[in-house]
């Protein structure tokens, strides 16, 4: 399948989801689903963008507004998701530092 975005869209998927997430040290950090403590903006890596997309290139992150994204597509066996670009908050080339697998 191949898939692109048109005029300003951006297609991302997201590398900060939802669930519980575990730190360098081994914490568990608990993601409290429906509760006020987890709504926060989410990290995304960049794939693809449409031809008048001016902000974000393919292979940056940006820093997206709490559900500000659809809700995705399956592509290549992975969900992405496109970006509501006025909730975009911001972009960065390397990884966010602040990720936790």
Known sequence: MQIKPIH??????MID?????KTAGGVI????DGTTEAIRPRWFEV????PEQKDVNPGEYVLVAHGRWSRGV???NEKVYFLDNDE???VQTDM????VA
């Open 17 to 21: 989801g939802f669930g519980d997430r």
């Open 96 to 99: 966010p530092s602040d990720i």
């Open 29 to 32: 950090v608990v993601e409290n």
């Open 74 to 76: 399956d592509f290549e």
């Open 88 to 90: 975009m908050l911001a």
């Open 8 to 13: 300003d869209k951006v297609l991302a998927k």
């Open 47 to 50: 794939m693809f963008t449409g």
